[in-house]
C-alpha cells in the first residue's frame, strides 16, 4: 500500500466563518453499507478459514483499514493481502444492490453545503471506493472540502492523524471541527485531534460503546445535524 506523505503542520484558519467544520465518517454514518461489510467480512473469513464470523469480532474491527481487521487471523502479509482481495472482490461485486443513503442524509448534507459550511469526511475506506459510495448515494464529492481515505494518511482511526488532516485540509483549527461517526473508532480519533465529537444513533454500535466515548452531541436523526 502507498505509504502517504508527512501530514503538513495545519495552518491557521483561513476563513472568517464561527460555524465549526463538520467531518464525517462514511459507511454507517452517511451511508448504509454495513449489511455489505459484514457480509463481505463473512464471506470471507469462510473462503479461507472455514468458519462463521463472530459479530463481536466484527464490530471491533469495523471503522478500521482491511489490514488490520485481518491482521487479527494471520501475520503473514501474502495471507493479509490474499483477505483483502477476496473481500474487495465480494464487496465490489454486490456493491451497488446493498449499499443506499440513510433517509434524509443526501437532503441534509446538500443544505449545508449550499449553506457554505465547511465540510470534510474522514473515512477508513480508500478513497475510490468512497467515491463509489458517495456518488451511488447521491453526494456530491464537490460538497466535501476535505475528503480523506485510507489511502491519504499513515496512521488511522482511532489515530487521530485522519482528522487533523481533513482539519488541516479545510484550513481550521481542530478545535473549531465536529468529528461526526458511528463508531467508537471515529470519536476516539476526533478526541484525539482535539476536536469536537457527535456521535450519531443510526449505526450498527450499541449506545453504550458510544456513550463511553463521551461524545459532545448526540445525534437521534439526520435532521439533528442542523443543531450543529
Known amino acids: 500500500m502507498r505509504r502517504a506523505d508527512p501530514l503538513p503542520p495545519a495552518p491557521l484558519p483561513t476563513v472568517d ?9 462514511l459507511d454507517g454514518t452517511l451511508i448504509d453499507s454495513i449489511d455489505l461489510i459484514r457480509a463481505s467480512y ?9 468458519r462463521p464470523h463472530d459479530e463481536t469480532e466484527f464490530l471491533e474491527g469495523l471503522g478500521r ?8 487471523w494471520t501475520a503473514d502479509p501474502a495471507e493479509i493481502e490474499a ?10 461485486e454486490h456493491h451497488d444492490r446493498r449499499v443506499r443513503p440513510f433517509p434524509g442524509l443526501t437532503e441534509t448534507i446538500a443544505e449545508l453545503a ?16 468512497a467515491l463509489r459510495g458517495l456518488g451511488l448515494c447521491g453526494f456530491e464529492p464537490d460538497w466535501f472540502g476535505a475528503l480523506v481515505g485510507a489511502d491519504d494518511v499513515q496512521q488511522h482511526k482511532p489515530h487521530p ?7 488541516a485540509l479545510l484550513g481550521r483549527d481542530p478545535q473549531h471541527t465536529i468529528m ?4 467508537p473508532h471515529d470519536l476516539a480519533s476526533g478526541r484525539a485531534a482535539g476536536a469536537r465529537t457527535a456521535a450519531v444513533a443510526w449505526g450498527p454500535f450499541p449506545r453504550s460503546e458510544l456513550l463511553a466515548q463521551q461524545p459532545d452531541h448526540w445525534l ?9
Open 42 to 50: 463473512a464471506h470471507t473469513l469462510a473462503e479461507h478459514f472455514g
Open 180 to 183: 461526526i461517526g458511528d463508531s
Open 114 to 129: 449550499r449553506g457554505g459550511r465547511p465540510l470534510g469526511l474522514v473515512t477508513s475506506k480508500q478513497r475510490a471506493g
Open 17 to 25: 466563518d464561527p460555524r465549526p467544520a463538520l467531518l464525517f465518517d
Open 83 to 92: 483477505l483483502v482481495g477476496t473481500y474487495r472482490r465480494f464487496n465490489q
Open 65 to 72: 483499514p482491511l489490514r488490520w481487521m485481518f491482521g487479527r
Open 161 to 167: 492523524e485522519p482528522v487533523l488532516r481533513a482539519a
Open 220 to 228: 437521534e436523526t439526520p435532521a439533528d445535524l442542523r443543531r450543529l
